[in-house]
């Protein structure tokens, strides 16, 4: 009996490095957040305790309540669209598509997975672009949108959430596929040799024996990437600032020194090129580019004058 608990004590041991990281690195921070948010302090000057006050002013920012909402709109996305986008993903490979290509469609689903969120949503604000964007070109040759018509995704306050939201699903559908595709791997083949044969289809086998199957597996599906989300929204809202898309993170107030010179110059070229691709589009449409290309230089030479 002691030699039984004394190799209990022994396995505490292991705990205990693992222990001490997450009370420096976890719980010593939020506690030391706490500290923080009572103070009057921007990092560099010195700390005046204010107690509550800033908590008070949180709670009275409209900005503070709307981005809640969008968080929690956001939570409720992912929660139930990450795990339907891999289930769906993970039925397609398994039962759908020859096992011979199957490895071949897990690699394509899972590739998203890895690249960076930044790229995901540098990727996606180019796709969405109403100028150059690849949707806006597909609905102009299907005649939905006609003429100089364009649709900012991005820009419309109605459809802003749900357009920055398709990139993290694009992207993180492919981690439940793996988690869902090892269950089905799992799962008893006899069983649903049985229900084809006694006359059940592909739909009611999904429905009456593999999703029962996989209830379990839909609990603690749901990694910390639900709320990695910064860098992708930031990235698609770079343009498009608003609190229609604006996460927490987002609406923080931050106190961030002028721009420098450099940096005024890198935002002076983007805006130059997006000037440049919109008065193209436009001699584009008039013609102008072919038949008047004096007066297109002459809207350039202009432009540089602005900048």
Same mark, same amino acid.
């Not at 891999?86 to 011979?100: A, C, M, Q, T």
């Given at each position: 009996?002691?030699?039984?608990?004394?190799?209990?004590?022994?396995?505490?041991?292991?705990?205990?490095?693992?222990? #001490?990281?997450?009370?420096?690195?976890?719980?010593?921070?939020?506690?030391?957040?706490?500290?923080?948010?009572?103070?009057?302090?921007?990092?560099?000057?010195?700390?005046?305790?204010? *107690?509550?006050?800033?908590?008070?002013?949180?709670?009275?920012?409209? *900005?503070?309540?709307? $981005?809640?909402? /969008?968080?929690?709109?956001?939570?409720?996305? $992912?929660?139930?669209?990450?795990? +339907?986008? =891999?289930?769906?993903?993970?039925?397609?490979?398994?039962?759908?598509?020859? @096992?011979?290509?199957?490895?071949?469609?897990?690699?394509?689903?899972?590739?998203?997975?890895?690249?960076?969120? /930044?790229? /995901? =949503?540098?990727?996606?604000? +180019?796709?969405?672009?109403?100028?150059?964007?690849?949707?806006?070109?597909?609905?102009?040759?299907? =005649?939905? &949108?006609?003429?100089?018509?364009?649709?900012?995704?991005?820009?419309?306050?109605?459809?802003?959430?749900?357009?920055?939201?398709?990139?993290?699903?694009?992207?993180?559908?492919?981690?439940?596929?793996?988690?869902?595709?090892?269950?089905?791997?799992?799962?008893?083949?006899?069983?649903?040799?049985?229900?084809?044969?006694?006359?059940?289809?592909?739909?009611?086998? #999904?429905?009456?024996?593999?999703?029962?199957?996989?209830?379990?597996?839909?609990? =603690?599906?749901?990694?910390?990437?639900?709320?990695?989300?910064?860098?992708?929204?930031?990235?698609?809202?770079?343009?498009?600032?608003?609190? $229609?898309?604006? +996460?927490?993170? &987002?609406?923080?107030?931050?106190? &961030?020194?002028?721009?420098?010179?450099?940096?005024?110059?890198?935002?002076?070229?983007?805006?130059?090129?997006?000037?440049? &691709?919109?008065?193209?589009? @436009?001699?584009?449409?008039?013609?102008?580019?072919?038949?008047?290309?004096?007066?297109?230089?002459?809207?350039?030479?202009?432009?540089?004058?602005?900048?």
């Amino acid at each position: 009996m002691k030699k039984l608990k004394s190799q209990n004590n022994i396995g505490y041991l292991y705990l205990l490095p693992a222990v #001490i990281l997450m009370g420096v690195f976890i719980i010593y921070s939020m506690i030391l957040n706490v500290q923080i948010s009572m103070t009057d302090w921007s990092g560099l000057s010195e700390k005046h305790f204010i *107690a509550f006050a800033n908590y008070v002013k949180l709670f009275r920012d409209k *900005a503070f309540w709307d $981005s809640l909402g /969008v968080q929690l709109i956001w939570m409720l996305l $992912s929660t139930v669209f990450h795990a +339907l986008g =891999g289930l769906i993903l993970s039925i397609i490979v398994e039962y759908f598509i020859h @096992r011979k290509l199957q490895a071949v469609f897990r690699t394509l689903f899972f590739m998203p997975m890895m690249m960076s969120l /930044v790229a /995901v =949503g540098i990727l996606w604000t +180019l796709i969405y672009n109403p100028l150059i964007g690849v949707i806006n070109e597909i609905l102009q040759v299907l =005649g939905i &949108l006609s003429g100089n018509q364009t649709l900012d995704l991005l820009g419309d306050r109605s459809t802003a959430l749900l357009a920055a939201f398709i990139p993290a699903l694009w992207q993180w559908s492919g981690f439940g596929m793996v988690v869902f595709s090892a269950a089905l791997q799992g799962m008893s083949r006899e069983l649903l040799e049985a229900a084809s044969l006694d006359g059940c289809s592909k739909w009611q086998q #999904i429905r009456y024996i593999i999703l029962p199957l996989l209830r379990p597996h839909f609990c =603690g599906r749901f990694p910390e990437e639900d709320f990695m989300i910064y860098d992708a929204v930031h990235q698609a809202v770079l343009l498009h600032e608003g609190h $229609s898309t604006r +996460l927490l993170e &987002l609406a923080a107030p931050l106190e &961030l020194p002028p721009p420098s010179a450099r940096e005024q110059q890198f935002q002076a070229l983007w805006t130059q090129f997006y000037k440049t &691709l919109e008065i193209k589009a @436009r001699h584009n449409e008039k013609g102008r580019m072919t038949h008047c290309p004096k007066r297109f230089w002459a809207d350039m030479v202009e432009l540089h004058g602005e900048l």
